[in-house]
């Protein structure tokens, strides 16, 4: 019902900036948040930062002051400056929503982007 397909990223020098972005098909779904999360080989999924339909953001510690999350529509955007060899990761987009009033939130997941900064 839901698919989401990323793309921008690749590999980056230390210092500079990418851009990513996700399309998002929903259909009926009813999308409350959408965001980024990333996973580096060996570590947990993490939150990178998310939207609200209202367009609050969050961010992660790590990424404050670097990274700005957009959102267009059912198109959202991730911003990424300042790249460090830390921010090396698979990058997700989620989004979070209601498939019906009744029904508790449901999370989707993209296939997952490659970011690789080298130093």
């Known amino acids: 019902q839901v698919q989401l397909v990323e793309s921008g990223g690749g590999l980056v020098q230390a210092g500079g900036s990418a851009r990513l972005s996700c399309a998002a098909s929903?259909?009926?779904?009813?999308?409350?948040?959408m965001g980024w999360y990333r996973q580096a080989p060996g570590k947990q999924r993490e939150l990178v930062a998310t939207?609200?339909?209202?367009?609050s953001t969050n961010y992660a510690d790590s990424v404050m002051g670097r990274f700005t999350i957009s959102r267009d529509k059912n198109t959202l955007y991730l911003q990424m400056n300042s790249l460090e060899p830390g921010d090396t990761a698979v990058y997700y987009c989620?989004?979070?929503?209601?498939?019906?009033?009744?029904?508790?939130?449901?999370?989707?997941w993209g296939q997952g982007t490659q970011v690789t900064v080298s130093s």
């Open positions: 989620n989004a979070r929503g209601k498939i019906a009033t009744w029904t508790p939130e449901t999370n989707f």
């Open positions: 939207i609200t339909n209202g367009g």
């Open positions: 929903v259909g009926t779904f009813r999308m409350n948040t």
